[in-house]
């Protein structure tokens, strides 16, 4: 359409010159006074259709540079949706790959606090002993037991003035009764049993001000539960075994992991 204008504009202008030049080559009866107001008449229009020729070569000009920048518009839009679909790709295969392995127990840590109150006191750094086990279980609803143990470490610090904190990291004792079954094996546990009577002993810690525990569940390196503050009241964790019930938040482990797992995935 451009060059179909700039054609145009080009005939237009050569034609006053195509008949100035017949004015000049063949005389006719016209005046002389009409000579010159034609010469003129076909100067402007010959001056005007240049202009006119000039305008649509510059607008052509600046037309082909917007086509340009549309063009490299378009190819850097179109390079960003590439990339993006790119990384949506990686994102949903990372994504895939955690939801294919979330069906399956690979590990399994329980990190019990043991929140035992005390007279005041002067707050200390964590430091962490050695040479003492402690074992916990967990009961299905089967009466089916899945002791839980240590690798003989444990922490201890003064948390707050009249709180002590001893922390147990346990790992399954027989690690094929629950490594490698599938999570919805978890919704079966029932109870939680720990009997920290003799460790406490050995320890020298006396819990006859009160006690209480905080358990959070760790599968396959993701936290999936915390319960805090069970309360265990005065002398009880020295008295003997105490029994908790959890199987309304075991029962919560597999969504609350396939849910985490989904978190970390696009975070990465």
């Not at 002791?147 to 904190?165: L, N, S």
Request: with cysteine.
């Amino acid at each position: 359409m451009t060059i179909f204008k700039l054609l145009t504009y080009l005939l237009l202008a050569l034609l006053p010159v195509a008949i100035l030049i017949r004015d000049w080559k063949v005389s006719d009866r016209r005046t002389k006074r009409h000579h010159n107001i034609t010469r003129t008449i076909i100067i402007l229009w010959c001056i005007g259709s240049l202009v006119g020729t000039c305008f649509v070569w510059i607008d052509s000009n600046n037309m082909a540079d917007k086509m340009t920048e549309l063009i490299d518009g378009k190819n850097l839009l179109l390079a960003r949706i590439k990339n993006y679909q790119k990384d949506l790709k990686v994102r949903q295969k990372r994504i895939d790959e955690l939801e294919q392995r979330s069906n399956i127990i690979q590990s399994l840590e329980l990190h019990v606090f043991a929140n035992i109150k005390t007279l005041q006191a002067q707050i200390t750094d964590r430091k962490t002993s050695a040479g003492l086990s402690s074992a916990i279980a967990l009961f299905a609803k089967d009466k089916t037991r899945y002791r839980f143990v240590t690798d003989f470490q444990f922490a201890m610090h003064q948390i707050a003035p009249k709180v002590k904190r001893v922390e147990f990291i346990y790992r399954p004792e027989t690690p094929l009764q629950i490594l490698g079954k599938q999570i919805d094996f978890l919704r079966k546990m029932d109870r939680f049993v720990c009997n920290y009577k003799d460790f406490l002993r050995r320890i020298k810690i006396s819990d006859s001000l009160g006690s209480s525990l905080d358990l959070t569940v760790f599968l396959n390196g993701v936290d999936v539960i915390t319960l805090r503050d069970l309360n265990c009241g005065s002398g009880i964790l020295s008295g003997g075994q105490v029994m908790m019930d959890i199987h309304d938040s075991f029962a919560e482990i597999p969504e609350r992991y396939k849910a985490k797992i989904k978190e970390k995935g696009i975070e990465k």
